[in-house]
């Protein structure tokens, strides 16, 4: 990488399985994991940092608030920039701004059913004073509007479109946002529920394949808090823990992968003094988490000490890639521009299956999609991720793992897409033909919904 990626960072992964990194807006980088050639597209001209966003429909990246400069210090230059950054002409367009006057400073942003945005909280100006207003993007005219206002003011909320068409916010406290009536409510409290509010998250959350949330990370705290996960269940309305990893520890970077399992990776320990290798313990560690048994399995240490700035993401082959977070509480470091790949043991197991055609990559609800596979083996299941957009403990992306149900005659392997926008949102996923745990190259297809007609380029 030519630059240093430090506390402002955003990942996006784009259409085309390049991955669009940036921490201001002003120098980004496109990366292609399968070549491992880079590109330094236009920059915005407009310095936000510690913004939010997501992919757009058509394959725009949009970007909401900020704040100005590159000091990832200075917290009281909130901004209401919306902007989005177009991969195919290289170029920018700022689209109206906010309607929170006084900016969003580390933002929430939430993907709903139908691509639009939920916009929650954020720094605002002149003092960084917390906000608990929300609103609305709507891509279909590029505007905002608002809605209803959060419980408590917060920063950057882990959050994610539940299968009931909700969103669960969980910082602070957890709470039920319902896109119908526009209005939150509560929900069950974590069961260790003192976490350091209104400081930062010490978790990230990621929708299981069955509807229920993992929560993984844990801040010790005053009340010596031990385990590391917690698992929603929206049907019942409550929290229930998880097992736990050798060592427990806060925002770490949480990627589920194509197998259903979750990838937790460095963080800093909940342990004063770790047993572990640690600067300011910022540990290396990485262990694999599976809901299926509630077990979990250590992993690889990363090759550098990385804390929440980094941003991690899942790409198409599999693996998993991060940058960032190398210096270490602003006082060590920066370390290394490195971008890391994991290879998960799925990509050790045996021959992977290939699709080697599908018929078509532009997928409407209730659909049925056709593939060829190769070698011809018995597919499991197909499994479609939602593409990620990461930063900090949150993912702006689509919050989804979906395992489809398969019918195969020789190599050609059919699959029904949900009819449910609530279950399949619009937006980008990897498609990922599986044979037991064992996935192929994902193919990137954008499942159809709203139309982004707002001012162009």
């Known amino acids: 990488m030519p630059e240093f990626f430090d506390g402002t960072d955003i990942a996006v992964l784009l259409a085309d399985g390049r991955i669009f990194f940036c921490h201001d807006t002003m120098d980004p980088i496109i990366f292609d994991p399968v070549t491992g050639q880079k590109f330094q597209p236009n920059g915005s001209g407009l310095p936000s940092g510690c913004m939010n966003g997501t992919l757009l429909q058509n394959e725009r990246v949009l970007f909401v608030g900020g704040q100005e400069g590159d000091d990832p210090g200075n917290f009281r230059l909130a901004v209401r920039y919306v902007r989005t950054y177009d991969p195919l002409t290289n170029s920018w367009t700022r689209l109206p701004d906010l309607l929170q006057p006084n900016g969003r400073w580390y933002p929430g ?214 940058t960032g977070g190398t210096r270490l509480k602003f006082q060590y470091g920066p370390t290394s521009a490195d971008i890391e790949g994991f290879s998960p043991p799925y990509l050790f197991r045996g021959v992977r299956p290939q699709i080697t055609s599908i018929s078509g990559t532009l997928l409407k609800p209730g659909a049925t999609v056709s593939m060829t596979v190769f070698p011809t083996t018995k597919i499991t299941n197909v499994v479609l991720m939602g593409t990620g957009v990461t930063t900090h403990w949150v993912d702006g992306g689509v919050p989804r793992r979906l395992v489809l149900a398969v019918t195969q005659v020789g190599s050609t392997v059919k699959v029904v897409l949900p009819k449910s926008s609530n279950l399949m949102p619009t937006g980008h996923y990897m498609l990922f033909a599986m044979v037991d745990d064992i996935p192929s190259v994902g193919k990137i297809v954008n499942v159809l919904g709203l139309q982004f007609v707002g001012p162009k380029p």
């Not at 896109?179 to 959350?205: E, K, M, V």
């Not at 069955?210 to 019942?236: C, D, H, K």
């Not at 937790?264 to 910022?282: D, H, R």
């Open 109 to 322: 942003f939430a993907r709903l059913a139908d691509g639009s945005g939920l916009i929650m909280g954020g720094g605002t100006r002149p003092n960084a004073d917390r906000t608990n207003t929300c609103e609305i993007f709507r891509p279909m005219t590029g505007l905002c509007s608002w809605t209803g206002s959060m419980l408590n003011p917060c920063e950057f909320p882990p959050s994610a479109l539940l299968y009931t068409g909700e969103v669960l916010a969980t910082w602070s406290p957890p709470q039920l946002y319902n896109p119908g009536t526009g209005q939150w409510r509560a929900t069950a409290n974590f069961l260790q529920p003192n976490r350091g509010w209104p400081d930062h998250s010490d978790h990230s959350i990621v929708v299981l394949s069955e509807g229920r949330v993992l929560a993984l990370g844990i801040r010790r705290g005053a009340n010596n808090y031990q385990n590391m996960g917690e698992v929603y269940n929206p049907s019942t309305g409550t929290w229930s823990f998880t097992s736990n990893p050798a060592f427990p520890r806060f925002q770490t970077e949480v990627v589920q992968l194509p197998d259903g399992r979750v990838l937790s990776a460095a963080g800093e320990s909940t342990n004063p003094n770790p047993p572990v290798q640690n600067v300011l313990n910022i540990v290396k560690t990485s262990d694999l988490y599976d809901p299926a048994t509630d077990s979990w399995r250590n992993m690889a240490d990363l090759n550098w000490f990385r804390e929440y700035h980094a941003v991690t993401v899942l790409v198409p082959d599999g693996r998993v890639l991060t």
